[in-house]
């Protein structure tokens, strides 16, 4: 009987469909892995973001329900810009009547005409709202802003005297381009400023304070023009039906030049108080007039042509230039 000596070897191949299914389960895995990661990093951007934007409302809330100055800080810097300087202009009386009116809402525009020792106090108090200083001086401004990085100045230069105050307010009685109601930015009125960036314009002043510019002597420019400027804009507010008034404040008012155009351009009757050398005005927004004469008035019962304005050729004189007369 004869043996088998031949040997069988069997070999197992795996077949084309199992590699086919491994692979496909590897394809998948991948895919899972992949959405898993996108989706997750989604969420936590997401979460994220919600995070900031929660905060950043909180944060806003809080702000908005603060109150706009501490109390006890805005008499501190009223004290301190009162005492600390000898130029000091104003004293604590007048310092803080204009405090009080740039306080009483958070964030008020402020027009300031005249850079002073006391620029940087408005622009502190006023830390929510939007001030802005004009000066005739170019090298002040420049200074100014060099050494406050972010203060808004602006140079302007006045063709006005001191010694023509009268003359120029007989002026504008007779002109339709001196009108209360206007954008001065178009305006070829003599008394008008219309050389200013176009949003001091186009802006509604919550407070304007008149400290500038010069008007010691008669060849001064005088505050005729600021004075002017600050009545017109405060009745030019875009906003009428509101009524909404402007705190116009007139340093010096006890200079006869001061005295007469605040009382020609804002009016006696608009007089909240006299506060040391400090009128405060309060002019409401109004609509405009069609150019009647009677339109070119401001106030309705004026006595400004009645004052005695003599000519001054020079020299510095406490009475703004011109030769004082008793009030009636």
């Known amino acids: 009987m004869k043996s088998n000596t031949n040997t069988k070897l069997i ?8 590699k086919s299914a491994a692979t496909a389960a590897t394809h998948h895995r991948l895919w899972f892995f992949f959405f898993l990661s996108f989706f997750t990093i989604a969420f936590s951007l997401t979460l994220f973001s919600s995070s900031l934007h929660s905060s950043s409302s909180s944060s806003s809330s809080a702000s908005s329900a603060s109150p706009s100055f501490p109390p006890h800080v805005a008499a501190a810097l009223l004290h301190y810009a009162a005492v600390s300087a000898s130029n000091s202009s104003m004293s604590l009386s007048e310092l ?23 620029s940087l106090l408005w ?12 000066d005739e001086n170019s090298y002040a401004v420049s200074k100014f802003e060099q050494a406050n990085p ?48 176009n949003f001091v314009y186009e802006t509604d002043w919550d407070v304007i304070l008149v400290d500038g510019p010069s008007g010691f002597s008669g060849e001064s420019p005088g505050r005729m023009s600021a004075i002017f400027t600050a009545a017109v804009l405060a009745r030019s507010k875009r906003d009428v039906k509101s009524k909404k ?49 009677e339109e070119v008035m401001f106030c309705r019962n004026s006595k400004g042509l009645s004052e005695n304005f003599a000519p001054v050729t020079g020299g510095d004189d406490e009475d703004g230039g011109v030769e004082s007369v008793d009030d009636d």
Request: aromatic letters at 10%; a negative charge.
């Open 96 to 118: 803080s009547a204009v405090s009080a009116a740039v306080r009483s809402v958070s964030g008020r525009n402020l027009l300031v005409f005249g850079l002073s020792h006391e």
């Open 123 to 134: 622009r502190s108090i006023n830390f929510a709202g939007r001030t802005v200083f004009v």
């Open 11 to 18: 070999l197992f191949h795996p077949s084309i469909t199992s």
């Open 245 to 293: 008034k402007t705190d116009v404040f007139v340093h010096e008012f006890g200079r006869k030049v001061e005295r007469v155009y605040s009382e020609e351009f804002l009016c006696k009757e608009k007089l909240v108080e006299v506060v040391g050398e400090l009128a405060h005005f309060s002019v409401a927004a109004e609509e405009g007039g069609a150019g009647s004469p």
């Open 150 to 197: 972010g203060v808004e100045a602006y140079d302007v230069v006045f063709s006005t005297r001191v010694s023509q105050a009268g003359e120029l307010l007989r002026y504008y009685r007779t002109q339709h381009e001196c009108r209360p109601v206007q954008n001065l930015l178009f305006s070829d009125c003599k008394l008008g400023i219309n050389d200013l960036p």
